[in-house]
């Protein structure tokens, strides 16, 4: 943000400066179509909607609509409605006068105080302040939101002054009113009360306030974002058809179409360094299994579909990976980290919490057997696209001479090279998976291809006191 505050301090100032009035939506789109101009990235850190979802945006601000955020949880909707407020001004200047509850337009005050104090007051003698484009956007939930936090409400004090009840002195302001030239943002609009949505309608349609059957009329000047979830969204009742009717745009989200770009937006998101005392090296297979783990969620018979299986998932199932392998290497003192599949023995702490299991599917299954189970077929998933590329396995085959070998979070790099010894010709070829001759690099192709024999049913495996040891059945 630009932060040299404009030097206009009255409105006679102001006016010699130049500056002119503009709407907020006409401010935004102006400010949006020179960016599309230079070219700019319009939503920084957004991946993955570049054909979808920003073209959809896109045409909504051209048209000056509101809009309707439409996507199951974990989709970015609520930063792709933050991420708005860059194509605001950097500042805006409003009439600085006391007991004015809204930022008013200098050249276009909406309140009586306010034109009142226009009409008295020469104009070198109206004092201008500068209002910053980060104070424009104000965002609610809705669950729990009552009319007068959004809308306002009559003030009894006020009443008891003797302001009569129709009066806008009597009102006391909600969020929206008090938005006036921003940006306000409702996230999961169909929980809101049935009656803050007739009032909302009311904004969208007139653009003015009616608090307690008494219409004040206000030239609100305001863009109006909403975020749903298509389940509640769609359910009858849910949302007031007069609601649904004035909202501009739907705005469609949708989780990654490609594993690649879900993966990206995994370690972006993450923000976990992975240099430092103990640097992390993280096989490529490994982030592909974090990422199947969410996709596999996603088409479970066993998960609440309607809840959806957020990109939170991904993010804190990579994060706890990444922890489990750093205390390995510092328990045992080895560098670099490298994560492997038994590592994802502790994402129960991280996923559980984040899957809702669908209690109408008739299994018997808890939620551990679950998250266990979409473990494996992540795992599964993935060793078959490697096993076509590499030929994997006829690894399997070495177990056949009595070859068993135990795995473990804490067990050090180096015993995995011992136990493999015997048979370096076969198992070199799991380590065309992620080239590389470092002793805990190796360990998680070892782990990879034991776990990916394991669930494809060629080898069998048994625990022992928190040990994994794979062998022929």
Same mark, same amino acid.
């Given at each position: 943000?630009?932060?040299?505050?404009?030097?206009?301090?009255?409105?006679?100032?102001?006016?010699?400066?130049?500056?002119?009035?503009?709407?907020? $939506?006409?401010?935004?789109?102006?400010?949006?179509?020179?960016?599309?101009?230079?070219? @700019?990235?319009?939503?920084?850190?957004?991946?993955?909607?570049?054909? !979808?979802?920003?073209? @959809?945006?896109?045409?909504?601000?051209?048209?000056?609509?509101?809009?309707?955020?439409?996507?199951?949880?974990?989709?970015?909707?609520?930063?792709?409605?933050?991420?708005?407020?860059?194509?605001?001004?950097?500042?805006?200047?409003?009439?600085?006068?006391?007991? &004015?509850?809204?930022?008013?337009?200098?050249?276009?005050?909406?309140?009586?105080?306010?034109?009142?104090?226009?009409?008295? !007051?020469?104009?070198?003698? &109206?004092?201008?302040?500068?209002?910053?484009?980060?104070?424009?956007?104000?965002?609610?939930?809705?669950?729990? !939101?009552?009319?007068?936090?959004?809308?306002?409400?009559?003030?009894?004090?006020?009443?008891?002054?003797?302001?009569?009840?129709?009066?806008?002195?009597?009102?006391?302001?909600?969020?929206?009113?008090?938005?006036?030239?921003?940006? =306000?943002?409702?996230?999961?609009?169909? #929980?809101?009360?049935?009656?803050?949505?007739?009032?909302?309608?009311?904004?969208?349609?007139?653009?003015?306030?009616?608090?307690?059957?008494?219409?004040?009329?206000?030239?609100?000047?305001?863009?109006?974002?909403?975020?749903?979830?298509?389940?509640?969204?769609?359910?009858?009742?849910?949302?007031?058809?007069?609601?649904?009717?004035?909202?501009?745009? &739907?705005?469609?989200?949708?989780?990654?179409?490609?594993?690649?770009?879900?993966?990206?937006?995994?370690?972006?998101?993450?923000?976990?360094?992975?240099?430092?005392?103990?640097?992390?090296?993280?096989? +490529?297979?490994? $982030?592909?299994?974090?990422?199947?783990?969410?996709?596999?969620?996603?088409?479970? $018979?066993?998960?609440?579909?309607?809840?959806?299986?957020?990109?939170?998932?991904?993010?804190?199932? +990579?994060?706890?990976?990444?922890?489990?392998?750093?205390?390995?290497?510092?328990?045992?003192?080895?560098?670099?980290?490298?994560?492997?599949?038994?590592?994802?023995?502790?994402?129960?702490?991280?996923?559980?919490?984040?899957?809702?299991?669908?209690?109408?599917?008739?299994?018997?299954?808890?939620? $551990?057997?679950?998250?266990?189970?979409?473990?494996?077929?992540?795992?599964?998933?993935?060793?078959?696209?490697?096993?076509?590329?590499?030929?994997?396995?006829?690894?399997?085959?070495?177990?056949?001479?009595?070859?068993?070998?135990?795995?473990?979070?804490?067990?050090?790099?180096?015993?995995?090279?011992?136990?493999?010894?015997? &048979?370096?010709?076969?198992?070199?070829?799991?380590? #065309?998976?992620?080239?590389?001759?470092?002793?805990?690099?190796?360990?998680?192709?070892?782990? =990879?291809?034991?776990?990916?024999?394991?669930?494809?049913?060629?080898?069998?495996?048994? @625990?022992?006191?928190?040990?994994?040891?794979?062998?022929?059945?």
């Amino acid at each position: 943000m630009d932060s040299t505050v404009p030097r206009a301090r009255t409105l006679k100032e102001l006016r010699e400066s130049g500056w002119v009035s503009r709407s907020v $939506k006409e401010e935004i789109r102006e400010n949006f179509i020179r960016a599309l101009e230079r070219g @700019e990235e319009l939503f920084p850190g957004i991946i993955g909607y570049d054909d !979808t979802v920003i073209p @959809e945006i896109s045409l909504a601000i051209l048209s000056g609509h509101d809009m309707l955020f439409l996507g199951e949880k974990g989709q970015a909707k609520s930063r792709l409605m933050r991420l708005i407020t860059r194509f605001l001004d950097p500042w805006v200047p409003y009439l600085d006068i006391p007991d &004015v509850p809204v930022h008013e337009d200098p050249y276009r005050p909406i309140t009586r105080r306010a034109k009142e104090f226009l009409a008295t !007051t020469p104009e070198d003698k &109206v004092p201008i302040a500068w209002w910053p484009r980060e104070q424009r956007y104000a965002e609610r939930l809705a669950p729990g !939101t009552k009319f007068a936090d959004i809308i306002g409400e009559i003030d009894p004090a006020r009443l008891a002054g003797g302001v009569s009840m129709s009066a806008e002195e009597a009102l006391f302001f909600g969020l929206i009113p008090r938005m006036h030239r921003g940006i =306000f943002a409702v996230n999961e609009l169909p #929980e809101l009360d049935e009656l803050v949505q007739v009032g909302l309608f009311n904004i969208l349609e007139e653009r003015d306030v009616q608090i307690r059957g008494y219409p004040v009329r206000f030239d609100l000047d305001i863009l109006i974002l909403f975020s749903a979830n298509p389940a509640t969204y769609n359910r009858s009742g849910k949302v007031i058809p007069q609601l649904k009717d004035r909202i501009g745009s &739907v705005i469609h989200t949708h989780y990654p179409r490609d594993r690649h770009v879900a993966i990206q937006i995994t370690e972006q998101e993450a923000k976990i360094p992975l240099d430092g005392e103990y640097p992390v090296v993280v096989p +490529y297979f490994m $982030k592909e299994i974090i990422e199947q783990i969410s996709i596999v969620a996603r088409r479970s $018979k066993y998960i609440d579909q309607q809840s959806g299986v957020s990109a939170r998932l991904s993010i804190a199932n +990579y994060r706890t990976m990444i922890a489990s392998a750093r205390r390995r290497a510092i328990i045992l003192g080895e560098k670099p980290a490298v994560p492997r599949i038994s590592d994802l023995g502790h994402l129960n702490s991280s996923a559980l919490g984040k899957l809702e299991l669908d209690l109408m599917a008739g299994h018997q299954m808890n939620e $551990k057997q679950v998250l266990d189970a979409i473990v494996a077929e992540a795992i599964r998933d993935v060793f078959q696209e490697y096993v076509e590329e590499h030929g994997l396995a006829e690894i399997a085959e070495i177990f056949g001479r009595g070859v068993k070998i135990e795995v473990g979070d804490l067990l050090p790099s180096s015993y995995y090279a011992e136990r493999i010894k015997r &048979v370096p010709p076969v198992w070199e070829k799991a380590f #065309e998976l992620n080239v590389s001759q470092d002793p805990a690099v190796r360990a998680s192709c070892v782990e =990879f291809i034991l776990a990916g024999l394991y669930v494809t049913d060629r080898i069998s495996r048994a @625990e022992y006191r928190g040990k994994i040891v794979y062998e022929i059945p």
